[in-house]
Structures are given as C-alpha cells and as structure tokens.
C-alpha cells in the first residue's frame, strides 16, 4: 500500500473510489474514432496514447513492411482511468470503434483494478 509523507503530499488528494485501469492496443488508424466517442460519451477524463510494436501471440506468420514473417507489428496503445461504473461502457466503444477488419490486424484490452490514484501537481 502507498504511504505519504504529510509534509509532501496533502491526503486530500488521494482518490479512493473504485477504478479500473483500461490498456487497449489497436490499430492507430483507429484512435482518432475510439479518442473522440470516448469523449463524446464524456468517458475518462484523459487519456495516454504510446507507440508500440505488438507481437502476435498466435505466432502466426504475418507479413510486415519489410516483408519479414512474424515480425512486431505497429499499434498504439491506450491507456485510461475510469470510474469503476464507465469500465464496460469504455470497453465497448473501443471494441465498437477499433473493430479490425481481419484477425491479423486484432490488438487486445486489459481491464485492471486500480487500488489509489494520485494528482500530481503543485503543493
């Protein structure tokens, strides 16, 4: 469990509601469309969107760029902290909106319990 020290940080702005912690890695030709209904459904209150290469688990031979077989593949990776009661509502609009066309272009979500949340900010 966390422990603050008083002199730095003011307990007021720890946050203990129930929360989960939604990872998704999709296509970035996706993120635009999942980005703006998310906000459309007023769903998070910010999100933090990184670059990765995603492996497919399957080892399935896929074709890359360069033309090499099972090679990482390029997807963005979506990261949010959400009310525990807009967790599914999260996860559909980003099954809905970053729905691949085929199996070789699938990511994946994570949905994880979130003990504290912290604001980081000015004293």
Known sequence: MLTIDDECRDPAQIDFRL???IE???????????RKELQRRGIGGG????E???????????????GASGAFLERVKLELIVDDSEAKNAVNVILRFA???SDEE???IA???V?????IGPG
């Open 106 to 108: 699938g990511g994946q």
């Open 19 to 21: 929360m989960k912690k």
């Open 115 to 119: 003990d504290e949340t912290l604001r």
């Open 24 to 34: 998704a890695v999709i296509l970035p030709l996706h993120l635009n469309a999942v």
């Open 99 to 101: 729905q691949p066309e």
């Open 52 to 66: 990765v290469r995603h492996s497919d688990s399957d080892k399935r031979l896929l074709p890359t760029e360069k």
């Open 47 to 50: 999100l933090t969107v990184v």
């Open 111 to 113: 949905v994880l319990e």
